[in-house]
């Protein structure tokens, strides 16, 4: 019998690239162990994608930034945040990048897809993620598919990130066999600093990022197989200790993570102002 396809998204081939054990506690243990409390910066994030996804959805002559202030209160998520004057200052931020970003972009364009789900097979994965925006563009050789990703954490970024990505590679290489078109340009969309990063990408490099992600996917099959078969656990999914064990959802439950000192639910937008 063939093997069976490995069905993965982007954040469950990152969580084993971060550390096996967090995939474990994420995707392996049932019942799934206890999650700490709601990060202030996810909320912040889901809420700046959801405003935009929002902001497509509605017609090209009411893409306006003064729609925005209804759009972001529409979808607001205010988990994880110290106070209620943290959670203000927080949503002024999101709303100055929100409106710093549109007024950028043309209200008349439609991209191919917005929180846009694509999917494709290879001969090990079952692959399927959902893009913030697929945009339509003119190529050397006509219509092109670019990948479009926002960022609203509190690094900027460089080419090295979008070259470096495999989530975006991934996409472009299922948005190719989705909309039957090249799909190469990858970009960051930095919001807090209003910058964009990008990177060209070739069949080869593409191509590397997949075969990257297969030999993701047959470490993890290999390492549940072992555990079916009654190995230990914490052997075939190993814990990888350091800086991002502060910022896990699973850090009380791992006793790598609890030696790592904890942070806030808000640490990561303690550094917005008002008028950031």
């Known amino acids: ?59 090209a002559d ?98 090295d990130d979008a070259r470096g990505s495999q989530a975006l590679a991934l996409y472009a290489y299922a948005a190719q066999r989705v909309f039957r078109r090249p799909s190469y340009r990858v970009e960051l969309h930095h919001l807090p600093t209003a910058t964009v990063v990008t990177h060209e990408h070739t069949e080869e490099s593409l191509a590397r990022q997949v075969s990257r992600a297969e030999d993701t996917a047959r470490d993890i099959m290999a390492a549940e197989k072992a555990v079916a078969a009654g190995a230990d656990p914490d052997v075939e999914f190993p814990t990888s200790p350091g800086a991002l064990c502060s910022w896990c959802d699973f850090r009380k439950t791992c006793p790598a993570g609890q030696e790592v000192p904890a942070k806030d639910p808000w640490t990561a937008v303690e550094h917005l102002t008002p008028t950031a």
């Open 1 to 59: 019998m063939p093997e069976r396809l490995f069905v993965c998204t982007p954040s469950k081939l990152g969580a084993f690239a971060d550390c096996a054990r967090r995939y474990r506690y994420s995707y392996v243990d049932r019942p799934t162990p206890a999650k700490g409390p709601p990060w202030a910066h996810n909320s912040l994030g889901a809420s700046v994608h959801t405003a935009l996804k929002n902001w497509y959805g509605v017609p």
């Open 62 to 159: 009411s893409r306006d930034p003064e729609a925005l202030p209804k759009l972001l209160k529409a979808t607001w998520v205010r988990e994880g945040y110290r106070d209620v004057d943290q959670e203000r200052t927080a949503y002024r931020a999101a709303l100055r990048w929100l409106e710093t970003y549109v007024n950028g972009l043309d209200p008349a364009d439609e991209p191919l897809g917005v929180e846009r789900v694509v999917a494709t097979k290879t001969a090990v994965l079952a692959f399927n993620g959902r893009a913030d925006r697929i945009d339509s563009r003119r190529g050397p050789d006509g219509p092109e598919a670019v990948i479009v990703d926002y960022k609203t954490g509190r690094s900027g970024l460089d080419a």
